[in-house]
């Protein structure tokens, strides 16, 4: 496996001789396998674990195990613990969403630190396939379809050339000490319960199950990139740049198929949701006029275009797709005044508040802000634009971690506000729904969780 191992580190330009790489490493079979090539075929390398702390004296045992294995390699090892739980508690997420957020932002801490170049993890081709089966009932759309990629940024998987088997029996050939969790066998995680129920009874329909869609997603993988081709042509005829506007020709728009495929692919770039995507197309044969604004820009329905500018007269150019759009869009508030816009740059608001938000993919990295200045939205649940108004009497939310609706002023008198507290309380909603008690506590039905793909992240800034 170790000519395999360098061929797939070649083939997919996975690093250099020369770069230094931190391994995250685990104990199980399939990190300190990776740890071993790595060792054998004499590349520089650092080890980083993670103790989550979920399995008591076995995490314990696990991280105990790693630091030796790092002083018998001779390298250096890189160990923290995390209070997993009270965070997936604090964040309404589960344990493995709650892990991954965590174990991300630290690796690239300690690359960036040790001035490593990429970080390595240990998926392999089960990994894969039950990935796809993952984001399959997560309804992620092709870009989750394609599976774990070999290379993210400064994340790398240089064992997804091999199978679980392959890599159990290079364990044993090789006389290769690991730790084992037992929690991989319960089935109350998704991954292990398609891992144990599902892919069995599709090896036993097919036993060249694993080999076939490896295949399947290095397909879906494929027509992703002529897809991506195929969109950048029609945008290159259908849409054009004229000063500080974009502008869409909507007869082709119409023309083409499947419409809202396309319409999805042209306007997400502007910040628009699904259900925004699919009002603009239900406009396209109505009177001109009708306005549509997503957090960083306006669409405009004219006769023959829609006319997209980028709010606080900047250009019109989309916002790129980056993991953290952090350039930031601000909320003008003034007195008393109910506020419905969300401006790009900077600008004063009155004494009492001022907002910035920022659009942000889900990645490895993402993590969810504990400081109650901030709010983390599910972009797709809320609804532009966005209202900013103080409290009222009878008004009512669902407190984050609550599946219950709870009056506001019960909500003020369990926390313990003053009148003065109570009185310069300020709402951000959606529609009629209050998203955030501004400052205090968002409202559980736009909390993030493990299906949502796009965050709007509202920051209050001191004026």
Known sequence: MDKAFQKFIHQQGLFSSDDHILLAVSGGIDSVVMTDFFHRNGYSFAITHCNFGLRGEESDKDELFVRKLGHKLKVPVFIRKFQTTRYAEMHGL????????????????????????????????????????????????????????????????????????????????NNIAYRKDLSNE????IRNKIRHELIPVLKEINPEFLTGMTETIQRIREFEMIGESEINARRMDIIRTESKRIMVDIPKLKSLVPVHAYAWEFLSPFNFNQTQVNDILASLDKESGKKFDSPTHRLIKDRQELIIVQKGGQTGKPAPRRKDDSSGSYMQLQENQEICIIEKGIGRANRFLHLKSSVIQISPTFQIPVDKRFASLDYDKVQFPLTLRKWETGDAFYPFGMNRKKKLSDFFIDQKFSLNDKENTWLLCSGSKITWVIGHRIDHRFRITNSTRKVLRIEIIDS
């Open 94 to 173: 589960s344990i493995q969403m709650a892990a991954r957020q965590l174990r991300y932002p630290w690796f690239e801490e300690i690359r960036k630190k040790e001035d490593l170049d990429y970080i390595a993890t240990a998926h392999h081709l089960d990994d894969q396939v039950e990935t796809f089966f993952i984001n399959l009932t997560r309804g992620t759309g092709i870009s989750g379809l394609h599976g774990i990629l070999p290379k993210q940024g400064k994340v790398i998987r240089p064992l997804l050339f091999a199978s679980r088997s392959e890599i159990e029996a290079y364990a044993i050939q």
């Open 186 to 189: 319960s089935t109350k995680y």
